[in-house]
């Protein structure tokens, strides 16, 4: 009923930069919180960042100042603008939104993207 797609990964140099993209279709009520997580190999997925529908950010302490999160409600879509980036920045990046879907519009529910691969090499 819903779908979430990623685009803008690939593979960048160190201290280069990124855009993520991530739309949200299907039979949708209303959406509140909007995230990005990576999973780096060998490791646990983790936030990166989120934005609520309100436009409140938050971010993991590894990438403040280097990303930023935004959305545009009437596209339903998130973005994550990333800068600086590291080797460890490496990862599948996932995009989260809680949705409600018009058939159920009382409850949010989490939906997750199939993710996009963030390669930073030289």
């Known amino acids: 009923q819903v779908q979430l797609v990623e685009s803008g990964g690939g593979l960048v140099q160190p201290g280069g930069s990124l855009r993520l993209s991530c739309a949200a279709s299907g039979s949708i009520f209303s959406i509140e919180a909007m995230g990005w997580y990576r999973q780096a190999p060998g490791k646990q997925r983790e936030l990166v960042a989120a934005?609520?529908?309100?436009?409140?950010?938050n971010y993991a302490d590894s990438v403040k100042g280097r990303f930023t999160i935004s959305r545009d409600n009437a596209k339903r879509t998130v973005y994550l603008q990333m800068k600086t980036l590291k080797p460890e920045d490496t990862a599948v990046y996932y995009c989260n939104a809680g949705v409600a879907t018009i058939d159920r519009p009382m409850t949010h529910w989490d939906y997750w993207g199939k993710g996009t691969l963030v390669t930073v090499s030289s």
């Open positions: 934005i609520t529908s309100g436009g409140s950010t």
